[in-house]
C-alpha cells in the first residue's frame, strides 16, 4: 500500500515518476484549524496509458485545497485487487478511512459503518447520478454507495476474421442462431478460437452472468433472490457445453482454465474471433492494431435487452467526526469535472447523467466510440452489491460455474448447488 498525503502538484510529480515519498502520520502537519481525511482508493492505472489513479487524486486534491485550505486528505492507493480486503482488514482494526474507493459495500452498510449518500451530497448532486446506478449502490432502499465509474459487457466481434470467413463485418450476430452460425464459419476458415470462453475462476461471473441475462434467465429476480438454478440458465449453461464447448467453438482450451486475461490478450493479438468484454478491451485491441466492432449481447431470440453493469463506489465510514468534511470533499469531487476526468482516464463510463448527456454530445472520436455502451447503462443489469451475501456467493459461483463446461458435467445439479449455497450464505447475512 502506498500511503501519500497530497497537498499540491508537488507531491504527484514523484508518484507520476515512480519516486519513494515518506509521509508522517495522519494529522501531525495538520494546523489547529485544518482537518485531515483519509482516502483509500483502488489502482485503476497499471495497465493504461494515461496515469495512475495516485496520480489522478493527486490533481483532484490539489484542485480542491485551492477553495478548501483547511481540509487535508491523505491518500493510501491499493492494488485494486487488495482494496477491499485491505478497508475490511482496517475497519476490523477499528481503524476506518474517512473514505474508500471499493468494489463491495453491503456489509459496511449492514453494520452501520457507513454514512447515507443523502448525508454527505447536495440534492442536485444526487439527483444527477444516473438512477439504474444509483439504485445498485442501495442497500434496504437507502443509498451508501456513491458510483464513481461504470462499466457495460458488449459483444466484441474480429472484423478481419469475419469478413476471411464469408461474414458481412458490418452485421454482428443477433441472435444465438446467427451467433453459432458466425461460430461455425470462423472455425471452417481455420479461426483457432471462434469464441473466447473465459470460465476460469478468476472474474468467470462476468461471462456466466452474462450468458444467463442472454438465455433469459439470471442472477436474481426482481425481488433480490437469487435464481442460478432457474430452468432458462440451466438450458443456457447445457446449450453452451453442448453447442459449443463439444464442438470446439471455443478454442483448444478448457473454459474452465481459461482466464479473462487470456482471452483479452487473444483478441488483442488477432487470435479470437468474437468475445464479451468491457470497454478496457478497446484499447487491447487498438494497441494490437485489431479492427474489432461491438453490439448488444446476441440473445436467445435477439439482441439481449438487458446489459450487464459493473461499478467502482466510494463510501464514507462514519466512524469519525468529520461528516461535515467528508461532505463538502465528496460534493466537490460529484459535482466538478472530478468525476467526469476518472472514467475518461480510463476509458470507463460516466456516471451523472450530465456527463452521459455530454459524452452523447461530443463529437470526438474517442468519447463517440463510447456511445453504444452509453446507450446500455439505462437498462443494465448489475450485481447484487447491495446483498451482504455477494461477496461470499460471487467467489462460490465464479469457482464452480466453470464446472458446467465439462463434457460429463450434470448442469442441472451444478447451478441447484450453487443455488442453495447462495441462499444458506443469503440466511447466514439477513
Given at each position: ?107 459496511f ?14 440534492l ?45 463485418p ?38 456466466a ?84 466492432g ?15 453493469g459493473?461499478?467502482?463506489w ?25 468525476v ?69 458435467s ?21
Amino acid at each position: 500500500m502506498r500511503r501519500r498525503r497530497f497537498m499540491g502538484m508537488g507531491a504527484g510529480l514523484a508518484g507520476a515518476l515512480g519516486l519513494s515519498a515518506t509521509t508522517t502520520a495522519c494529522g501531525s502537519d495538520a494546523g489547529d484549524d485544518q482537518v485531515v481525511l483519509r482516502l483509500v482508493a483502488a489502482e485503476y492505472g497499471d495497465a493504461s496509458d494515461s496515469g495512475s489513479t495516485e496520480r489522478y487524486w493527486n490533481e483532484v486534491v490539489a484542485e480542491f485545497r485551492t477553495r478548501h485550505p483547511q481540509i487535508l486528505v491523505d491518500v493510501s492507493v491499493i492494488r485494486y485487487d487488495d482494496a477491499n480486503a485491505e478497508v475490511t482488514r482496517m475497519v476490523e482494526a477499528g481503524d476506518p478511512p474517512d473514505i474508500a474507493q471499493i468494489s463491495a459495500f453491503a456489509d459496511f452498510a449492514e453494520n452501520d459503518r457507513l454514512h447515507p449518500a443523502d448525508e454527505l451530497l447536495s440534492l442536485p448532486v444526487m439527483a444527477d447520478f444516473v438512477p439504474s446506478i444509483a439504485e445498485a449502490g442501495e442497500r434496504l432502499r437507502v443509498q451508501y454507495a456513491m458510483p464513481f465509474a461504470a462499466s457495460i459487457t458488449r459483444f466484441y466481434y474480429n472484423k478481419d476474421l469475419f469478413a476471411s470467413a464469408g461474414l458481412d463485418p458490418e452485421t454482428p450476430p443477433r441472435d444465438w442462431d446467427e451467433l453459432r452460425e458466425a461460430a461455425v464459419a470462423l472455425r471452417t476458415a481455420g479461426v483457432g478460437t471462434p469464441f473466447g470462453l473465459p470460465f476460469a475462476d478468476d472474474n468467470a461471473h462476468v461471462e456466466a452472468v452474462t450468458w444467463m441475462l442472454s438465455g433469459g434467465g439470471g442472477l436474481t429476480d426482481d425481488f433480490g433472490s437469487y435464481t442460478i438454478d432457474l430452468p432458462a440458465n440451466v438450458e443456457t449453461f447445457t446449450w453452451l457445453r453442448d453447442e459449443w464447448v463439444a464442438e470446439g467453438l471455443t478454442g483448444p482450451g478448457s473454459p474452465d482454465r481459461t482466464t479473462r486475461e487470456s482471452v483479452y490478450a487473444d483478441f488483442a493479438a488477432g487470435e479470437v474471433g468474437m468475445a464479451i468484454a468491457d470497454t478496457l478491451l478497446m484499447r487491447q485491441a487498438d494497441v494490437g492494431g485489431v479492427s474489432y466492432g461491438t453490439a448488444s449481447m446476441p440473445g436467445i431470440d435477439g439482441p439481449t435487452p438487458t446489459a450487464l453493469g459493473q461499478a467502482s463506489w466510494v463510501v464514507a465510514f462514519n466512524d469519525s467526526q468529520r461528516r461535515e468534511e467528508i461532505g463538502t470533499f465528496l460534493d466537490f469531487v460529484f459535482s466538478t469535472k472530478a468525476v467526469a476526468s476518472f472514467p475518461e482516464r480510463y476509458e470507463f463510463l460516466p456516471v451523472t447523467t450530465s456527463e452521459v448527456d455530454a459524452m452523447n454530445e461530443s463529437d470526438a472520436p474517442d468519447r463517440q466510440r463510447l456511445v453504444p455502451f452509453l446507450d446500455e447503462l439505462p437498462a443494465a443489469t448489475f450485481y447484487p452489491v447491495g446483498k451482504v451475501s455477494w461477496a461470499e456467493v460471487a467467489v462460490a459461483f465464479s469457482r464452480g460455474i466453470g464446472e458446467t463446461t465439462r463434457p460429463d458435467s450434470d448442469v442441472g445439479e451444478i447451478l441447484g448447488r450453487l443455488q442453495q449455497e447462495a441462499q444458506a450464505a443469503d440466511e447466514r447475512t439477513s
